[in-house]
C-alpha cells in the first residue's frame, strides 16, 4: 500500500480509453489554435525539456522576465483557447469547487523530458484545488513537503489516472523525475500529456 502526503488524491484509470480519446481530440483542436512552446527559465533564459500551451480564461508562461499568469498565447499573442466542456465538467464532478477553473495548462512530455522539483505558487488563489489529468506514456511521479530537502514519495502515473492536490499538498514540492517509453498507445508518437486545472485569482 502506498501512503499519500496528506491532501493528495489518486485516481488511478478514472478516464476510460474513449474518454481518454476523446479529451486527445479536444486538446489537439487546442493546440491547432495555440501550438507548443518551448517555455525557458527566468533569468537565465535555458529552455525547459517540456513543452506548453494553454487553454481557459489564463494561461502559465515562463520566460527569461519571469512566471506568471497571462491571457494572451507568448508566441501568437493571440487569447487562449476555452476551456473544453469535457475539463470544466470532470473539475465539477471531482472537486465539487464553487468556482470553474481558470486555466488549463498543457504540458507535453517527450520521453526525453522531465520536470525538476517546484512548488506551484503563481496563483493567488491558494484555497482552490488543483486537478492534473495524465494522458499517454506513464511517468514517475515524485512528491514531497512543503520545505524543500523534506523527504519524497514516488508514484507511477499511467494514462487516464487524475491527481487532485488540495489543502497540505498544494504547496507541497512536486516533480517528473521520468517517463516509462512505449507504455501506451494513445498518442501516435508517444510521449505524455499532463492538463492541470486551476484557479488563479481569488
Ligand atoms: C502538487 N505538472 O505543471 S501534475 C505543473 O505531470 C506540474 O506535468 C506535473 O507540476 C506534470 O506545475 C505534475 C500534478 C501536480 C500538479 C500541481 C500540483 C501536482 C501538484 C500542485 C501542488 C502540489
Ligand atoms: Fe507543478
Known sequence: MLVLPKGVRHIPGHLDRPEQQA?????????????LYRPEMPRSGKPLSVRMTNCG????????TGYRYQDRHPVTGSPWPSMPDRLINLWEELTGYT?????????FYNTSARMGLHQDRDETD???PVLSVSLGDA????IGGTERGQPTRSFRLESGDIVILGG???LAFHGVD??????STLLKDGGRINLTLRRVTA
Do not use: H
Open 139 to 142: 511517468c514517475l511521479f515524485r
Open 178 to 183: 521520468r517517463i516509462y517509453p512505449t507504455t
Open 23 to 35: 479529451l486527445v481530440e479536444d486538446i489537439r483542436a487546442v493546440v491547432r489554435e495555440a501550438p
Open 168 to 170: 497540505e499538498s498544494r
Open 99 to 107: 468556482a470553474p477553473p481558470q486555466a488549463c495548462l498543457v504540458n
Open 126 to 128: 491558494l484555497a482552490a
Open 57 to 64: 480564461d489564463l494561461g502559465w508562461v515562463a520566460d527569461k
